[in-house]
């Protein structure tokens, strides 16, 4: 079980709530007690100033193992929101979510990632999803100037805002971080997943089988939506099992996760690295990975279209940088199908890559985690397709292939090697690595972050010691996490 203690500025009362409150003074001295349960802080003093009282609550929080809300990274952040560029950037993630029908110039108080009005919810909690903190101020732009996030202590709300406040307080310590536990763990996962997603990572089943390995390693892991992640803080570890990518809002918890110290897998760095095929193509030539021939084309120009026809024969291969389960890939049969193709991609993005085609049966799926192949997969070409997936079959079972899982003793040497060597690149995470084999030798096509881990796929081989090898992993780094 959490306890929660709330940090204010001397003098400061709350007796509005039902919480253990006490003055910064006491948290200075009298914490970390001997034997103390697990601690969340949540801090109202005053952080405004660098080395004020509150800087030193989340900091001293963050020195004690305390999860603080806002954290040291923070506070940093909404600090440091005073370079224009920054602030323009900043706006222009977040006037997509403001209501269409409302004037920008107004003010917007989030108190725990919630505001009054329904209109604001999603911009509300987009806010707070960067700046988690209790009490945020947002000032909205007039004429691309005057916008500004303020992360402010109870005493410097209007005071027709301290009922509203103290209600949002009340109901996040109880609804969120006071939920009752059947039993002990000594840590905390959440999975992000969403349900309803069509061709997500893992499928209701296999989330179950997480969820049971993570128990069995001292983990006490259960479902959240991105929309849903406004308490983030309260966990010691994120596993991402939803699609992932920059635009996503899992790569924007995964950063937040990540600052606030918990351990996280897919990791931003994993995630930014694999979802860019230009990355991985510069990434492959730099460390010498074999891979297909790759070229990464700016434009679609009689000089530029003659270079590519120099260097490959038809039929080849269009991606666009960005994509997963095969979607935005096309293979093209002559000049006139790669203009079209490439013209239409390079409207979206700046660069496309062109690479040889290679066909065969089926591919190499080599799940790697943290430098160890633990997963070994042979997925087969649609029925009637070149791809594993086929998005515009109308029958859903000819959308994909078939598939064989097998020991990874049993893959070729020439395989693995190049599956690990890939993945180095990338970091230590979990990886999916789709390799060819043709004429006896390896192609690496890519490294995917969040591979797919659905039951009776992935796990046929392994059953539920797949699921326990990746709960270990996750308990290790936080094993490790304490010690340091």
């Known amino acids: 079980m959490y306890t929660t203690l709330v940090v204010t500025d001397s003098g400061t009362e709350l007796s509005e709530v039902d919480l253990?409150?006490?003055?910064?003074?006491?948290?200075?001295?009298?914490?970390?007690?001997?034997?103390?349960?697990?601690?969340?802080?949540?801090?109202?003093?005053?952080?405004?100033?660098?080395?004020?009282?509150?800087?030193?609550?989340?900091?001293?929080?963050?020195?004690?193992?305390h999860q603080a809300l806002p954290s040291v990274n923070t506070i940093n952040d909404l600090r440091q929101l005073e370079d224009a560029e920054e602030l323009r950037l900043l706006w222009s993630s977040l006037?997509?979510?403001?209501?269409?029908?409302?004037?920008?110039?107004?003010?917007?108080?989030?108190?725990?990632?919630?505001?009054?009005?329904?209109?604001?919810?999603?911009?509300?909690?987009?806010?707070?999803?960067?700046?988690?903190?209790?009490?945020?101020?947002?000032?909205?732009?007039?004429?691309?100037?005057?916008?500004?996030?303020?992360?402010?202590?109870?005493?410097?709300?209007?005071?027709?805002?301290?009922?509203?406040?103290?209600?949002?307080?009340?109901?996040f310590t109880e609804k969120i971080w006071r939920s009752p536990k059947r039993r002990q763990y000594r840590w905390d996962m959440a999975i992000l997943y969403d349900s309803k997603e069509e061709m997500g990572p893992s499928d209701a089943e296999a989330i179950q089988r997480f969820i049971r390995a993570a128990g069995k390693v001292g983990i006490e892991a259960g479902t959240i939506r991105s929309c849903d992640a406004v308490n983030l803080a309260q966990y010691d570890a994120l596993f991402i099992r939803e699609t992932t990518s920059i635009d996503h809002p899992s790569y924007r918890l995964a950063?937040?996760?990540?600052?606030?110290?918990?351990?996280?897998?897919?990791?931003p760095t994993s995630i930014m690295r694999c979802c860019n095929k230009i990355f991985l193509h510069d990434a492959f030539s730099y460390n010498k990975v074999h891979a297909p021939h790759t070229l990464?084309?700016?434009?679609?120009?009689?000089?530029?279209?003659?270079?590519?026809?120099?260097?490959?024969?038809?039929?080849?291969?269009?991606?666009?940088?960005?994509?997963?389960?095969?979607?935005?890939?096309?293979?093209?049969?002559?000049?006139?199908?790669?203009?079209?193709?490439?013209?239409?991609?390079l409207e979206t993005s700046s660069l496309a890559l062109v690479q040889e085609y290679l066909y065969t049966d089926y591919d190499w799926r080599i799940g790697?985690?943290?430098?160890?192949?633990?997963?070994?997969?042979?997925?087969?070409m649609a029925r009637g397709h070149w791809q594993i997936y086929n998005h515009s079959s109308k029958q859903p079972r000819h959308q994909s292939g078939g598939f064989e899982t097998i020991a990874t003793f049993e893959v070729p040497?020439?395989?693995?090697?190049?599956?690990?060597?890939?993945?180095?690149?990338?970091?230590?995470?979990?990886?999916?690595?789709?390799?060819?084999?043709q004429d006896k030798q390896v192609y690496v096509i890519e490294v995917n972050d969040n591979p797919s881990i659905e039951h009776r796929i992935e796990d046929r081989y392994l059953g539920d010691e797949l699921y326990m090898m990746i709960m270990q992993e996750f308990a290790d780094r936080l094993e490790q996490r304490g010690r340091n």
Not at 104 to 132: C, M, N, S
Not at 368 to 380: D, E, P, S, T
Request: positive net charge.
């Open 95 to 171: 006037a997509p979510l403001v209501p269409k029908d409302v004037k920008t110039k107004r003010r917007l108080f989030i108190y725990f990632g919630q505001v009054e009005e329904a209109e604001w919810l999603v911009f509300g909690r987009a806010v707070f999803d960067r700046f988690p903190a209790p009490a945020l101020k947002v000032v909205m732009p007039d004429n691309q100037h005057g916008f500004s996030v303020e992360n402010l202590s109870p005493g410097e709300l209007p005071k027709s805002e301290h009922k509203l406040f103290y209600e949002r307080l009340k109901n």
């Open 368 to 380: 790697v985690l943290n430098g160890r192949a633990i997963y070994a997969c042979k997925y087969f």
């Open 296 to 345: 990464v084309i700016a434009d679609a120009g009689k000089t530029t279209l003659e270079r590519i026809e120099s260097q490959m024969a038809y039929p080849m291969v269009l991606k666009m940088p960005e994509s997963s389960f095969s979607a935005g890939v096309f293979k093209v049969k002559d000049r006139a199908d790669l203009v079209v193709k490439l013209e239409s991609m």
């Open 413 to 437: 040497r020439a395989v693995l090697k190049a599956a690990l060597k890939a993945c180095s690149i990338i970091g230590n995470g979990l990886y999916g690595v789709d390799i060819k084999e």
């Open 20 to 65: 253990k409150v006490i003055p910064f003074e006491q948290y200075l001295a009298d914490y970390p007690k001997l034997g103390e349960p697990r601690t969340r802080i949540i801090n109202l003093c005053d952080t405004e100033r660098y080395l004020s009282r509150g800087y030193y609550c989340s900091l001293l929080a963050e020195s004690r193992k």
């Open 255 to 267: 950063r937040r996760a990540e600052k606030e110290g918990l351990v996280v897998i897919d990791d």
